[in-house]
């Protein structure tokens, strides 16, 4: 199994546009030793020529430059992107959408959740459907059974239903659904090697730890460094746990999770603007070193 980190920050990227917190300051000015991130997409391949789209983010074409493999350039309008599976309806995950619009129809794997806010709150499916068809629904059951998608038929994808609270522009907005946010546990049926891949993980409990426990990779949340980063940092009033985030210090937060399991290889992605561990010579990123927790970077392969 191939896995690009096309983008590993949090929505707003890092630097983000309109932020003066110290990270995004340093890494303007080049006092801080960090490398600017895109919004949050992974591509996973299970022979390194057709590949999957994990969310599509609003930098999708600044990152599909980035790495070449995803325009093989056979025929006068290609690419090498067969399907996109949606973890959730936030902007930052799916308005690259809108930028592939020229390439539709595209095959869309969500759950119907996704699909209810993608229709109605913020209606890319009836939008798309002016361009050759738009895009097409194929529905993620949260039943626990595996599904394949034709374009990597070698990976074994299963959805779990993380708890996670839906967009501003969500119907049930304050009133979460499972379906609203997922995770993927995904395996390459020829190596049997797997990956855990949750760039929105607020909660852990021991289900989701044991299936956590059995994969090779954990490609995992890491927006906050603290719960209440965000007012400490006066860029926001909201917790990372009203988010829908599990903050990395603390008890029971992710680093904690993380210690507990001693097999897999431990990746944060989704990282804030704010979060502390962006700075290479942070106190909290040599903390994470101690862990053997990696910080994801855009550009980073892993190959299961």
């Not at 997409?41 to 430059?65: F, K, M, T, Y």
């Not at 595996?146 to 070698?154: E, Q, T, V």
């Not at 988010?243 to 937060?253: E, F, V, Y």
């Not at 001693?262 to 101690?290: F, Q, Y």
Request: hydrophobic share 35%; charged share 20%; aromatic share 6%.
């Amino acid at each position: 199994m191939y896995i690009q980190i096309l983008g590993s920050a949090a929505g707003g990227g890092f630097p983000q546009w309109n932020c003066n917190c110290r990270n995004c300051r340093g890494v303007r000015a080049g006092t801080l030793r960090a490398q600017p991130r895109t919004q949050s997409s992974i591509a996973l391949s299970d022979d390194g020529q057709h590949w999957i789209l994990c969310n599509a983010s609003p930098d999708i074409r600044v990152q599909l430059e980035s790495f070449p493999k995803l325009q093989p350039a056979r025929k006068l309008r290609d690419t090498a992107i067969g399907a996109v599976i949606l973890l959730d309806s936030q902007i930052d995950h799916t308005t690259g959408l809108l930028s592939l619009r020229e390439g539709c129809p595209h095959q869309v794997w969500c759950t119907e959740m996704v699909h209810q806010d993608l229709s109605t709150g913020f209606p890319l499916f009836p939008m798309l459907t002016h361009w050759n068809g738009g895009l097409q629904h194929n529905l993620i059951s949260l039943d626990g059974e595996p599904f394949s998608i034709p374009a990597c038929p070698g990976l074994r994808i299963t959805a779990i239903a993380l708890r996670s609270s839906a967009p501003p522009y969500s119907p049930h907005r304050g009133n979460p659904h499972p379906g609203d946010n997922i995770g993927l546990f995904v395996e390459d049926t020829r190596s049997g090697r797997s990956l855990f891949y949750a760039p929105g993980l607020g909660q852990v409990d021991d289900s989701l730890l044991a299936r956590m426990g059995r994969a090779d990779c954990l490609l995992v949340d890491g927006t906050l460094w603290r719960d209440d980063e965000m007012r400490v940092c006066e860029v926001g009033d909201k917790l990372g746990s009203e988010m829908g985030h599990l903050a990395q210090s603390g008890p029971g937060g992710m680093i904690e999770v993380l210690d507990s399991l001693a097999g897999p290889r431990k990746v944060l992605i989704h990282i804030n603007n704010t979060n502390p561990i962006l700075d290479v010579d942070s106190p909290e990123r040599a903390m994470l070193a101690e862990h053997d927790i990696e910080v994801a970077w855009d550009g980073m392969s892993i190959e299961l």
